[in-house]
Antibody
Framework: QITLKESGPTLVKPTQTLTLTCTFS??????????VGWIRQPPGKALEWLAL???????HYSPSLKNRLTITKDTSNNQVVLTMTNMDPVDTATYYCAHRLDSSFFDPWGQGILVTVSS | EVLLTQSPATLSLSPGERATLSCRASQSIAGYLAWYQQKPGQPPRLLLY???YRASGIPARFSGSGSGTDYTLTISSLEPEDFAVYYCHHRASWPTTFGQGTKLENK
């Protein structure tokens, strides 16, 4: 059974850097074709894809946020870390991580973590 | 970047009725489309992938069709638990994107 769980701060100040960790089980990021992505959802709004890393270190970023995002993997600890710099109140959202195969879609997802950006 | 436009934004129907949700892509996505269901306070759940394949455990009342730029999610006979927000999502190219969602509400 694949499970994922997001962790990190739930409140950050404007201009700070957000670091979120996705800890997963039931699969390995050393297995061919496997990936983990991050998606966010502002309150009451739609889903927005942010970044994705695959088993072979292939990484993809949302073009609109590329300059602020970094995704890394720690295969020994079954974790994927997302950092987002220069946080702003508009970045307030629930941040999800999700499992993905390179030939498929995000499934399953973690429960998400609500991050609020406020001074 | 491929933009996905979902319609309608809100669909008001009653249990037992048929629901038809639309997703239009700004360019061909060659069938590389998925549908997700999201209920309040929950993460999205994968319903259909590659246009028409049901994910594990998804009831047969959910079906998908389409090609090129136009895709449809059909729920043949609505159950009370089907009222939720539905998102389409493509993986045809980078960046991958989501539609803005259709809220299916109980009339």
């Amino acid at each position: 059974q694949i499970t994922l769980k997001e962790s990190g701060p739930t409140l950050v100040k404007p201009t700070q850097t957000l670091t979120l960790t996705c800890t997963f089980s039931g699969f390995s990021l050393t297995t061919s074709g496997v990936g983990v992505g991050w998606i966010r959802q502002p309150p009451g709004k739609a889903l927005e894809w942010l970044a994705l890393t695959f088993w072979n270190d292939e990484r993809h970023y949302s073009p609109s946020l590329k300059n602020r995002l970094t995704i890394t993997k720690d295969t020994s600890n079954n974790q994927v870390v997302l950092t987002m710099t220069n946080m702003d109140p508009v970045d307030t959202a629930t941040y999800y991580c999700a499992h993905r195969l390179d030939s498929s879609f995000f499934d399953p997802w973690g429960q998400g973590i609500l991050v609020t950006v406020s001074s | 970047e491929v933009l996905l436009t979902q319609s309608p934004a809100t669909l008001s129907l009653s249990p037992g009725e048929r629901a038809t949700l639309s997703c239009r892509a700004s360019q061909s996505i060659a069938g590389y489309l998925a549908w997700y269901q999201q209920k309040p306070g929950q993460p999205p759940r994968l319903l259909l992938y590659e246009t028409s394949y049901r994910a594990s455990g998804i009831p047969a009342r959910f079906s998908g069709s389409g090609s090129g730029t136009d895709y449809t999610l059909t729920i043949s006979s609505l159950e009370p638990e089907d009222f939720a927000v539905y998102y389409c999502h493509h993986r045809a190219s980078w960046p991958t994107t989501f539609g803005q969602g259709t809220k299916l509400e109980n009339k």
